[in-house]
């Protein structure tokens, strides 16, 4: 076996394996690999070796362990050579500017994988090729990351974390200088960049000689004050924050936000939040909670609430591992806990936002240079509020990359962006971090908190207020589990040659008539002249949208990263429409017809969310 003389019978198989144990340095994903050979285990050898980790546009995410499937130290290496290469190739003052290297708590003992070990790995690669790095010395949020590109003006941005995904995953997240994840075709073309640099470069192992080179620099302390410095731009309450009596609950869920959300009220002048105990520090084993999604609501609120019964709380707040995304809970008359939707929680923040602008802002005309962006699977709530009160608002496709990139040309042509948000709880509130950021929106939904509570106003009756003034928007998403990539493709094919008839969608579902469609894989929409969709398509990944007669509007959608086929549904009422059970049943109606017929659950074997 040493000297390479193993078969699996799979020619493939095997140089990729002989290539791997020739390359990797890592003592615990060698001998793994070699206990595999050793047993004859070919299908978990295939696992590992079959297929290479696909670069896209949020970079990579994966299981840690061995192999070119997975994350681990050669894996970081090689992504980040190609990586290094292309922005070589994209910049000529690449070794003048640098880059950011962040990272999250994340480990995984068994391969001697961790984020921070990673961060230092990518951090090497860069040095040795005379880049300079600055490489944050502790765990940060994600938000840091892109904060750092744009404060420092880089050419690039890397974030190790898995955010929300289970334990074992990691993942490699790209900023571009512009301070906005990346977009096609960078992807691609760092894929190929990758391909082309597999063999690591003499210096790539050695991270102990990088971690001592005077290109190394670490940021953490100037961008910690610089940070909390811009925030402070969207605090207009001072005085109502410091004499605040609301008691807020705060949970990390294991993750890296507690510090940074303590320091976030500080900066408020809010009253520091009650830290849920058992997860504020960190721990890569997540052991309170199945998974550490903060938006599968209440199983991983559970202590919180606890908390909250015992302190008097009445709110909530929550951020996922990597402190990018916000979950809001507030407490009801009843006693029972509401766990406000991402969707629920965008119209108060966009709400927010824009009455704190207009106290500032006097005059008439500024409006019309002001934009709030959502993506398309969100809530149409902030295009009704922009309907009335004169800014714009934009759509952009689902993701956070868009909203960035988008607010970043805005934001060159001298508008002012305000607000982005996304339905799965990401909210943009300051235009100082292009993605969605958990940290700040902390601390504003915090003072908003404070605010309304002068008002003896909670945020459930804000919520009415507001969909009383701009027409409720009642929403429900979810989605179904298919590990079937045919099922997936022919469910959506015979959507789109309905009754078998060829490019002819449907003109109705379960008696609700359909008005348009929108087909973001192919490129058709039936609102425009030219048939033609405004916004970009994409042929590798499924999504349509259909608009009903009676206000509804119904996105179909596969995941990027899991096993899954979503859908996205709201019914947009005009205001004065406030009959809401009559609302939610007709909601609650439209969307049984679309499971019934188009998603087809029996025929199609799909599994449905798990409860």
């Known amino acids: 076996m040493e000297n390479g003389s193993f078969s699996t019978g799979d020619t493939g198989l095997d140089q990729a394996v002989k290539q791997w144990l020739q390359y990797d340095k890592n003592p615990k994903t060698v001998s793994m690999v070699q206990d595999l050979v050793k047993k004859g285990e070919v299908e978990a050898l295939k696992k590992c070796f079959s297929s290479r980790m696909e670069f896209g546009t949020a970079g990579l995410r994966a299981a840690m362990g061995p192999g070119i499937s997975c994350m681990n ?104 200088e512009n301070g906005a994840q990346i977009v096609s075709p960078h992807d691609k073309g760092i894929s190929k960049a990758i391909e082309e640099n597999l063999e690591p470069w003499p210096e790539s192992w050695n991270a102990e000689e990088a971690l001592k080179s005077p290109l190394l620099k670490d940021p953490y302390q100037d961008i910690h004050t610089q940070y909390f410095k811009a925030i402070q731009k969207h605090c207009h309450h001072r005085d109502i924050n410091k004499t605040s009596e609301v008691k807020v609950v705060h949970t990390s869920v294991h993750g890296v936000g507690h510090a940074f959300v303590q320091s976030a009220f500080k900066a408020f002048d809010l009253h520091p939040p009650y830290a849920v105990e058992e997860q504020k520090d960190p721990d890569p084993e997540f052991p309170t909670v199945k998974y550490p999604n903060p938006e599968e609501g209440e199983g991983v609120l559970t202590l919180s609430f606890a908390l909250a019964e015992k302190e008097g709380a009445t709110v909530v707040l929550a951020n996922d591992p990597d402190a990018d995304r916000l979950a809001i809970a507030e407490k009801q008359e009843s006693g029972q806990w509401r766990v406000f939707s991402g969707n629920e929680l965008g119209a108060l923040l966009g709400w927010w936002m824009f009455r704190c602008w207009k106290q500032q802002n006097s005059d008439a005309a500024a409006v019309k240079n002001l934009y709030m962006l959502s993506s398309t699977v969100s809530s149409k709530i902030l295009r009704a509020i922009a309907l009335k009160e004169g800014f714009h608002f934009e759509e952009t496709l689902t993701g956070f990359k868009w909203m960035g990139n988008r607010a970043r040309d805005l934001l060159d042509q001298g508008k002012t962006v305000l607000f982005a948000f996304e339905e799965a709880i990401g909210y943009m509130c300051s235009p100082s971090v292009l993605d969605k950021d958990g940290v700040s929106a902390a601390a504003i939904a915090g003072e908003m908190i404070s605010y309304l509570a002068t008002r003896n106003t909670s945020l459930s009756q804000q919520l009415t207020t507001v969909y009383k003034e701009y027409g409720y928007h009642i929403s429900k998403n979810s989605y179904f589990i298919c590990h079937d990539q045919d099922v997936i493709r022919s469910l959506f094919e015979r959507l789109r040659n309905y009754n078998g008839q060829k490019d002819s969608y449907p003109t109705e579902c379960g008696g609700f008539s359909i008005s348009a469609v929108r087909d973001l894989t192919t490129g058709y929409d039936s609102n425009q002249p030219d048939m033609k969709a405004v916004l970009p398509t994409s042929s590798s990944s499924q999504m349509i949208t259909f608009t009903f007669s009676n206000g509804g509007v119904a996105t179909m959608r596969t995941s990027g990263t899991e096993p899954k086929i979503k859908y996205y549904t709201e019914l947009c009422a005009a205001p004065g429409n406030s009959d809401v059970a009559h609302l939610k049943k007709e909601l609650d109606d439209l969307v049984d017809a679309i499971i019934e017929n188009f998603f087809e659950p029996q025929k199609n074997k799909l599994q449905p969310k798990p409860e």
């Open 73 to 176: 130290d050669l894996t970081i290496i090689q992504t980040t050579q190609g990586f290094c290469r292309y922005l070589e190739k994209s910049f000529g003052n690449l070794k003048e500017r640098g880059v950011v290297i962040g990272y999250d708590a994340r480990a995984h003992p068994p391969s001697g994988g961790s984020s921070k070990q990673f961060a230092r790995l990518a951090a090497a690669v860069f040095i040795s090729q005379g880049v300079p790095v600055n490489l944050f010395s502790d765990i940060t949020p994600t938000p840091f990351v892109p904060f750092t590109v744009s404060h420092l003006g880089l050419c690039a941005g890397i974030m190790v974390t898995a955010s929300h995904n289970p334990k074992q995953d990691n993942g490699y997240k790209v900023y571009w």
